[in-house]
């Protein structure tokens, strides 16, 4: 990539010349990102963070600058621990040319977003997609705020722009050597008129952009100043505790308030839509006592016989079906190649639901009157939290607004889901003028999950007597995510997303060439709410297409690398992250005694990983997990070191999921109810992780999702190469992972 | 009335006495650092210290207590951010979401608190929160380097 030369819309001015709202600012002062928020005195605090913004004019949408100097960058996307705020500011702050060690950042408010005509464009913060959707233009507001910064220098001076340069907020007319700093001319750029045409930096000339910065959201993270919206306190605000029917697509019946309202605190108990009850008290404790004693029936509805068994029954059955079925990938004729097969390989692998399990279960508080409902929430997509508030308030979206605030983890549940949100609203409206906030017990939170959804996996493999590939039917069967939850996405009726890493081309297509190949689902949709999940389909994907060419790779008596290598030779990209992991691994020279290792690779949400896994497997079928080498291609790296952290928390993610990761169905509900049974990795579980970034150009890719794909095959190839075990069940917890 | 002694102040609360010590230092005290996560003692978000000793404060009812149990949470792990943990957090840029980073730090302090010089294997067995982030690695580092940084200190 060279310079690009974008044109800029006078639209961008126009619509930016109001100053920042009180309710901008009230979001701004609740993100607190800039402040140091105590929850003691929250109207005086929100008064001074109005005030101080209202003196202080933005350059543009996303850059407001303070007489000290402080750059104030705007991020549209949210923060959920994978470093999107501070990959953005470095985005901005790069054509910007400001001085890196005054940059803080604020939330823009969804409300704001749709007031000025979409200025901030995609709130939505999901599919990795936070800096490679949105890195051309925010470096372009970053631009055009230096532009207009220049501009109003020169004009002060009565100079030529063109004689003017900037470093670090420093402007500077070369030929006089006159200095003078951003703050000083941001309130005169504010008025003057934006370019029509910028000019963004080529790649090569990047000082920010690919440096390994500190992120920007630490220090409060490790004094307990961070608030997140659990820990949201408004003045005279009310606490509720909900329970909403176990059995999926149950309705609520009855309750009997009588039995709970005179305990402590005890304010008010309420219906929420047709299928939850929730208790309002002073303190969220008190609701939740009072929840726990409140006697409720329920219509448990059509779904009472649904079970892990019949759920399994029903995705075997689309196994060898031929009814909706619908084709991912489609190369010569499968059938012909498998028939003229000198050996066929044939495996069925299985996948379960799982709850995303963030540490911060659901929440959102709201405060309704009937003009108006604010919200404050954990959001990845503020847009669609402020349409679900609107909805639930029953008002236009122009008198609701969202203030969004740190995730305590969203990996997806907090994206396409906005229940908590529609769910606090119900409660809200039915105590006007006050602030309610609604929290979710972990039990709630493993109750009602938009689950990872559930597939079977049938595989059958031709090689040739070389042992080459021939032919390759991959029959998946099981829940469509889009069915669920955006049929509008679906592609005449197929859920292309079911495909994820099997697809001819785009951000998720097969790593390998197959001559004849066959990729299609049988979509299969149990009473199960599915939902997106971190990685999400590339997870099973990638799991079944990986381990099984591991198994072809046997079958053929050939090294898996070597195997693997053959297939990529039309795929560069994944072929150098798959030999840079072999080669850092060690792969052809011997490990420690004891010690096997496995390998994974697959393009996902654009970007190439691969993964090699050591393990040992004790005498009593023990597993440890000894190292991972893990190499990333993301075309380009913003924060090289970010994409390390991302990195080895998805191992985190990928491994908790393979080891634990599994919600099981009894009577139409999920039985799992907390961490005790729903497990997730601790650090005596974690391998030694090494981390190879290797940005190669030309595309943006994203990395907060891809390596949980290759976490777990290259983990099981080297289960199989310990044990000559071929796991393909899981979790693995439970499982004897010797030879049986 | 209970009395509580947090962070070297004495409270004098008049509440149930079956409150776990979370929600009393959350809704009484207005000390939400500490994290509701789990509410059964498996996670460790909600870790704060009781006479040093790193608990899990959602199952510690408040009856349990008296003013003589010192309790610290993350709010008074140091005064300006310079415990030896909290700079090898920043240095190593620790936390991602940071909602288990609280629990973290508290249960990372006993242990140096316990065992300035840890080991691995002291970790593994002395840190068992949950992070869904993955930052394992880090805080294992973290630990490590905090130890480093306490060991400069006192030579």
């Known amino acids: 990539m060279k310079k690009e030369i974008i044109n800029v819309s006078r639209r961008d001015f126009l619509i930016t010349t109001g100053k920042a709202g009180a309710g901008m600012s009230l979001g701004f002062y609740l993100s607190g990102c800039r402040e140091n928020i105590s929850n003691e005195a929250p109207t005086s605090l929100m008064a001074a963070a109005t005030e101080k913004l209202a003196q202080v004019p933005e350059v543009n949408a996303w850059v407001v600058i303070q007489p000290d100097d402080t750059v104030i960058i705007r991020?549209?996307?949210?923060?959920?621990?994978?470093?999107?705020?501070?990959?953005?500011?470095?985005?901005?702050?790069?054509?910007?040319?400001?001085?890196?060690?005054?940059?803080?950042?604020?939330?823009?408010?969804?409300?704001?977003?749709?007031?000025?005509?979409n200025v901030w464009r995609d709130f939505a913060t999901g599919g990795s997609f936070g800096i490679r959707g949105s890195h051309q233009y925010v470096r372009k507001g970053g631009a055009v705020a230096r532009h207009m910064l220049l501009e109003a220098a020169a004009e002060q001076w009565g100079v030529e722009m063109a004689e003017c340069k900037v470093a670090n907020s420093v402007i500077t007319h070369v030929p006089s050597g006159r200095t003078i700093t951003y703050g000083n001319v941001a309130a005169a750029a504010a008025e003057l008129f934006p370019p029509e045409q910028i000019e963004l930096k080529d790649p090569k000339d990047w000082q920010l952009i690919g440096?390994?910065?500190?992120?920007?959201?630490?220090?409060?993270?490790?004094?307990?100043?961070?608030?997140?919206?659990?820990?949201?306190?408004?003045?005279?605000?009310?606490?509720?505790?909900?329970?909403?029917?176990?059995?999926?697509?149950?309705?609520?019946?009855?309750?009997?308030?009588?039995?709970?309202?005179?305990?402590?605190?005890?304010?008010?108990?309420?219906?929420?839509?047709?299928?939850?009850?929730?208790?309002v008290a002073d303190t969220w404790w008190q609701a939740k006592k009072a929840l726990d004693a409140l006697p409720i029936t329920w219509s448990k509805g059509p779904n009472t016989n649904v079970n892990s068994a019949s759920i399994d029954k029903m995705l075997d059955e689309g196994l060898t079906s031929k009814e909706n079925v619908f084709v991912g990938n489609q190369i010569g004729d499968v059938s012909k190649a498998l028939e003229g097969a000198a050996k066929v390989v044939e495996a069925t692998y299985r996948y379960p639901f799982q709850n995303h399990a963030t540490m911060e279960p659901m929440n959102a508080t709201a405060l309704w009157t009937k003009d108006k409902c604010e919200v404050w929430c954990p959001t990845q997509n503020g847009t669609a939290s402020l349409h679900a508030a609107a909805d639930a308030a029953g008002l236009p979206v122009s008198q609701c607004d969202v203030y969004k605030i740190h995730l305590g983890g969203g990996f997806g549940r907090r994206g396409a889901f906005q229940d908590y949100v529609k769910q606090v609203v119900a409660i809200a409206k039915q105590l006007p003028g006050i602030p309610v906030k609604l929290l979710w017990t972990r039990e709630e939170d493993m109750a009602h999950g938009h689950y990872h959804p559930i597939t079977k996996c049938k595989m059958r493999g031709g090689l040739d007597d070389k042992g080459n590939l021939t032919g390759l039917h991959v029959r998946i069967s099981g829940q469509s995510i889009l069915a669920a939850v955006n049929p509008g996405w679906m592609t005449n009726g197929a859920d292309m997303f079911t495909f994820q890493g099997m697809l001819p081309k785009g951000d998720h297509s097969i790593s390998y060439t197959v001559p004849n190949l066959l990729v299609d689902h049988a979509m299969r949709n149990p009473p199960v709410p599915p939902g997106f999940w971190r990685g999400?389909?590339?997870?099973?994907?990638?799991?079944?297409?990986?381990?099984?060419?591991?198994?072809?790779?046997?079958?053929?008596?050939?090294?898996?690398?070597?195997?693997?290598?053959?297939?990529?030779?039309?795929?560069?990209?994944?072929?150098?992250?798959?030999?840079?992991?072999?080669?850092?691994?060690?792969?052809?020279?011997?490990?420690?005694?004891?010690?096997?290792?496995?390998?994974?690779?697959?393009?996902?949400?654009?970007?190439?990983?691969?993964?090699?896994?050591?393990?040992?497997?004790?005498?009593?079928?023990?597993?440890?997990?000894?190292?991972?080498?893990?190499?990333?291609?993301?075309?380009?790296?913003?924060n090289p070191q970010q994409i390390e952290a991302q990195v080895e928390g998805s191992f985190v993610y990928g491994l908790s999921a393979l080891l634990y990761g599994e919600c099981t169905i009894k009577d139409g509900a999920v039985e799992q109810s907390n961490f005790h049974d729903y497990g997730s990795m601790r650090i005596n579980e974690m391998p030694k992780v090494e981390v190879i970034v290797m940005p190669s150009g030309g595309f943006w890719g994203g990395v907060g999702e891809p390596t949980i794909a290759v976490a777990a095959p290259a983990v099981l190839n080297a289960i199989f190469a310990a044990t000559g075990k071929r796991i393909r069940h899981f979790p693995l917890q439970g499982t004897n992972l010797l030879a049986s | 009335m209970i009395k509580l002694n947090v962070n070297g102040t004495v409270h004098t609360l008049d509440i149930d006495n079956d409150i776990p010590l979370l929600w009393v230092l959350r809704e009484q005290l207005g000390l939400t650092g500490t994290k509701y996560s789990c509410g059964i003692g498996n996670c460790g978000s909600c870790t704060v210290h009781i006479n040093g000793e790193a608990v899990r404060a959602c199952v510690i009812p408040v009856s349990s207590l008296d003013s003589s149990k010192q309790i610290v949470t993350i709010e008074a792990l140091s005064e300006d951010n310079r415990h030896p943990l909290q700079q090898a957090w920043k240095k190593l840029d620790v936390p991602q979401c940071g909602y288990c980073q609280s629990g973290m730090l508290m249960s990372a302090a006993a242990l140096l608190n316990k065992i300035p010089r840890p080991s691995d294997e002291d970790i593994d067995a002395n840190i068992t929160n949950i992070c869904r982030c993955g930052t394992f690695n880090r805080v294992r580092q973290g630990i490590h380097l905090a130890a480093d940084i306490n060991k400069r200190g006192r030579t």
């Not at chain 1, 949201?232 to 909900?242: E, G, V, Y």
């Not at chain 1, 149950?250 to 709970?260: I, M, N, P, R």
């Not at chain 1, 053959?566 to 490990?591: D, R, T």
């Not at chain 1, 040992?616 to 993301?634: C, Y």
């Open chain 1, 536 to 638: 999400v389909n590339i997870n099973q994907n990638a799991i079944y297409m990986e381990s099984f060419i591991d198994e072809l790779a046997h079958a053929a008596g050939k090294d898996p690398l070597t195997f693997r290598q053959k297939l990529m030779v039309k795929h560069p990209e994944g072929l150098a992250v798959l030999n840079a992991v072999a080669e850092q691994a060690g792969w052809g020279k011997p490990a420690e005694k004891g010690v096997y290792r496995g390998l994974s690779v697959c393009k996902a949400f654009a970007s190439h990983i691969a993964a090699c896994a050591e393990v040992s497997v004790n005498e009593k079928g023990k597993l440890k997990i000894h190292r991972i080498v893990a190499a990333t291609d993301p075309g380009y790296a913003v």
């Open chain 1, 75 to 117: 991020i549209a996307r949210s923060e959920m621990g994978q470093g999107t705020l501070t990959g953005l500011a470095q985005m901005v702050a790069e054509e910007l040319e400001c001085d890196w060690s005054k940059v803080t950042t604020e939330y823009p408010t969804p409300g704001q977003n749709i007031a000025r005509d």
């Open chain 1, 211 to 279: 440096k390994p910065v500190h992120r920007l959201d630490t220090d409060d993270k490790l004094n307990g100043k961070q608030i997140f919206a659990a820990d949201l306190t408004l003045p005279d605000m009310l606490n509720a505790s909900i329970k909403a029917c176990p059995v999926f697509g149950g309705k609520l019946k009855t309750f009997d308030e009588t039995k709970v309202s005179n305990m402590p605190g005890v304010r008010k108990v309420v219906a929420v839509h047709d299928d939850a009850v929730a208790v």
